[in-house]
Structures are given as structure tokens and as C-alpha cells.
């Protein structure tokens, strides 16, 4: 029999595979962090406007759940994202490592770790291809999609 945990899991990644935020943000603690090699160092309101951004933009996406593993305090999974990049129209297949630790059935910290140069290429093409590996690149990954991310929130607040 699989722990509880193992359930917030699979939960979260079927509320993401169904475009889901809302019910995504109700598996994070209030007090929970959140942190990929795009978003970085996010609190529960920052993971839980992301996943309502990304699912509200969110046309095609699969996601393919295998490997969850949950115990009282630690979870882990690998899921694969396919969609198309919204700002390039390329199709990205996105193979991602995700941590977790909970407390009393909610997550309060999720770590996705993926390869963001292999991300630049399939996303921005030749660009992120040739450049994708660069601390230049990669910063401005981040810090465009922390743009995106407060403008999502200024129109969800308004």
C-alpha cells in the first residue's frame, strides 16, 4: 500500500495534466517553497500563481507521471511536460526531477530540477541551442519568467 504523500503526488501532476491551478496550489502548505532552474526561491503565493499562470496558458499540454515515491516528510517523481512554447510556437518535451517534502499531507517544499539549456534549445531554438548554457541566457530565462509571473498576478489582482 502507497503512503498518503504518495497521493498529494500523483494529485498534483493530475490537476496539472487537467489545467488545473486552483486544485494544484491547494496541495502546497502556506508556508511552502517552490524552486526550478526558471523560478526560482518562489513562496506559496508565487507556486500557486505559477501553476495557475502556466495552466491558464497551458493549450496542448501532456504530462507523463513515473517513478513516485513518498515516505511522512519526503516525495519524489519524474514527470515529462510536452507543449508548445507560447512566445516561439516550438514544442518542448520537458523531462523534470521533483522533490518534495511534507508536513501533515501538504507540500512545503517542491525542487524541480531539469536541464535548462536542453529546455533554451527546444523552446527558443537555434538561440538557446548555441547560447542556452550561458549565464547570460539563463538569467534572462529567469528573470523573463518573473516578468511574466508578476504581470499574471497585477491581472489576476485587477
Known amino acids: 500500500m502507497s ?16 489545467k488545473d491551478g486552483a ?3 491547494a496541495c502546497y502548505a502556506d508556508d511552502a517553497r517552490f524552486s526550478d532552474p526558471a523560478f526560482q526561491n518562489l513562496d506559496a503565493a508565487g507556486v500557486r500563481t505559477m501553476w495557475a499562470m502556466l495552466c491558464s ?3 496542448d499540454l501532456t504530462v507523463e507521471l513515473s517513478g513516485v515515491e513518498a515516505d511522512n516528510t519526503h516525495g519524489k517523481a519524474r514527470w515529462v511536460a510536452t507543449y508548445t512554447f507560447s512566445k516561439t ?8 526531477n521533483a522533490e518534495f517534502e511534507f508536513r501533515n499531507g501538504l507540500i512545503v517544499r517542491h525542487t524541480d530540477r531539469f536541464d535548462l ?3 533554451a534549445g527546444m523552446a527558443l531554438g537555434l538561440k538557446g541551442l548555441l547560447l542556452g548554457w ?4 539563463q538569467n534572462a530565462i529567469r528573470k523573463e519568467a518573473m516578468r511574466g509571473l508578476e ?3 497585477r491581472k489576476q489582482a485587477s
Do not use: E
Open 3 to 18: 503512503h498518503p504523500n504518495t497521493s498529494v503526488i500523483q494529485g498534483l501532476y493530475t490537476a496539472l495534466a487537467a
Open 23 to 25: 486544485a494544484m496550489g
Open 57 to 59: 496558458r497551458a493549450t
Open 89 to 96: 510556437g516550438r514544442q518542448v518535451r520537458n523531462v523534470i
Open 117 to 119: 539549456w536542453r529546455w
Open 134 to 137: 550561458t549565464p547570460l541566457v
Open 151 to 153: 504581470a499574471f498576478r
